[in-house]
């Protein structure tokens, strides 16, 4: 009930950050963060270009949130930003990882992990490679339902799309993410 | 093998939302830039003035206008105290030693002429004219917003707060960039007031899904604890 009562107190930061007030900007920033980082990652696989991510949406989310109508809350208006500016680093970490691949077959990975934690980073690259198969849209409905485990009405919102069209993406997404990790030999 | 399921946990949890050192950095670099910013648009501005002024000053010179802008530019940065409507009145004495100090050389072998009579004193005095009263102002939505976020959250005051959040969505309106926000915490207010039919039927279109997923969940516990 609790949980339930607590009422949104970041639209009131959204309007001063919006005029330009540097504090609002920040408070933002230390409400919102966390959850912007974490999705920049999942999206572009590589932890310091989705932090490059990171710092852009917050310079630029004064000027973005001046279109905010509240199609949602405020935090999913913000990823829904880093959403529609990730291009050019979801291609550049596609790149990186080609250029690796092509060096290596072994993933990179950390030094002197625990099984459990090395293995599960493994994975998360291999699912990283594969989606470097897919065009954009697919790639972003693809993360913000199935990995962040929005409903494709919320993301549909996010987006300004319809949820018909969001659910197509992740179904087109799907497949072709099967196809390649049965091509790498990873995955069914 | 591993299906793709287990790689879309995987990567969910590799990335998991937690505090992390990235955080302050991230908050520093974002400090930096954005006073960078600010320095930025600062030079802008003192360049283009220093611009305008060479490029004034050069036509100046060689139209041979330079100490009639001179003057102005004196007149413009002349002391307060001055009245401001001196160019109303008769031309000052000062007008003309005014010139002179910018350029004597010039002047000094030249017999002095008396100012020529300032156009704008010749002018008759502009008819008061009376204008329609303007518009009212539309109201300002932000600032209803920013009372009533403030009734609600810093005042904590239920009554003043649902007060406040009805003006706002008067103002708003349906299209309004915080209507959805507004229309939940009104809701809150109401079921702080203990009035908890009202709250109830404005929490359902919430738990109904007619505003997509947004306190979706919230709204649906809350409308089954008022039952």
Known sequence: ?188 | MTDLDALTRALREEHSVEASSEGELGRRRLERAVGRGKRKRRLHLVALLAASFVGVTAWAGTTGRLPRVAAMIEALVASPEEPRDERHAAAPPSAVPAIASVAPTAIASEPIEPPPPPVVSAAPAPKPTVRPAPPPPPPDVDALYREAHAAHFDRKDPAAALAAWDRYLAAAGPSGRFTLEARYNRALALLRLGRRDEARAALEPFARGEYGGYRRDDATRLVESLR
Not at chain 1, 64 to 80: K, M, T
Not at chain 1, 82 to 103: C, D, G, N, P, Y
Not at chain 1, 133 to 151: M, S
């Open chain 1, 1 to 188: 009930m609790d949980d339930a009562v607590a009422s949104e107190r970041g639209p009131d930061a959204c309007v001063r950050a919006a005029r330009g007030e540097r504090d609002a900007l920040f408070e933002l920033y230390e409400a919102h963060h966390a959850h912007v980082r974490a999705f920049a990652r999942r999206l572009v696989g590589d932890e310091a270009l989705a932090e490059d991510l990171v710092h852009d949406v917050f310079l630029a989310l004064p000027k973005a949130l001046e279109s905010f109508r509240g199609e949602c809350s405020v935090r999913s208006y913000i990823v829904s930003v880093a959403a529609k500016r990730a291009q050019r680093w979801i291609r550049t970490a596609a790149r990186r990882r080609a250029m690796e691949s092509r060096f290596s077959r072994e993933p990179i990975s950390g030094p002197s992990l625990p099984d459990e934690s090395a293995q599960r980073r493994e994975m998360a690259e291999i699912l990283s490679r594969a989606l470097d198969t897919l065009p954009v849209d697919q790639r972003v409905a693809f993360v913000l339902c199935e990995v962040e485990e929005r409903t494709s009405t919320e993301v549909g919102a996010m987006l300004g799309e319809k949820a018909a069209t969001i659910r197509a993406r992740v179904k087109l997404a799907k497949t072709k993410l099967r196809e390649a990790l049965a091509k790498d030999g990873g995955a069914s």
